[in-house]
């Protein structure tokens, strides 16, 4: 459409706290939340020594050589702190090139902290260095084009929706008058939302709500005990309507998004 090839990505955070240019040019459309409710939203950079290490604190960082894999991350971090330090960049296992003495310290991203443990290092000498997030991002001069606001936002809605909706199950059952009330008093069957219900005739209805997925197999039980066996779990895509995709988007480009409406 004639415009520059750059207008959004889909990227994380300390890929942009890596970058060399300002990020002055750039606004934040949405974060994409994760999509199992085992997995978090956020990815937590540590700093990392060995557990025998005379580091104690950030302050003893100073004049240490510290490996990163994002070295402007690291080095942000550490003039944020006033510490003067060696920052080099580094592939590979972080944790296997302190543990075997190369580097004072690493700087990585640390998640269920397995590998810290296996190699017999710890993160105690600070906070997090950095926490990250997957987002979308677009060029701010890209964003006064009433189209492109257009797509952005229809772009985060479903990406937001769809990931959201793999960590419910959407649940169908058909339920005879007689019982609908009976259903509708038990709390795990009104679902995260209210359910909806569609008369089907010869005092049937169609009830229709989602769950947290850790909790399906326990709302299909009690239909069950209800003597309403034939519910089923139906595909993840009818899910999208039942979560809210607005709170992860920016205020700012949702205001901007709701001026051209």
Known sequence: RGVEPFMAAV??????ENMKETREGLMQI???PSSSQNEKDTVSWRCLVKKDSTIKSVQDLKG??????????AIK???SMGISATVEQIDGSAEGLVCNGLYDAVI???????SRDACELRDDIAEDVFVSKR???ARSVCLQQDWVRNSLFQLANTIIGTQLSKKYKLILANVPDRLLDVVKSKKILTGVDAPMVTPTGNGMNEYLFGVPERQSNNALAILAQLRIPDAKIIPVERNMNLVDTRKYMNPAFL??????A
């Open 11 to 16: 990227t994380d955070l300390d890929i942009i």
């Open 30 to 32: 949405c974060v994409i």
């Open 64 to 73: 240490k050589i510290i490996g990163c894999k994002l070295p402007r991350l």
């Open 77 to 79: 971090w550490l003039e």
């Open 108 to 114: 990585d991203v640390v998640d269920s902290g397995a």
């Open 135 to 137: 987002v979308i991002v």
């Open 255 to 260: 205001q901007m998004a709701s001026a051209q």
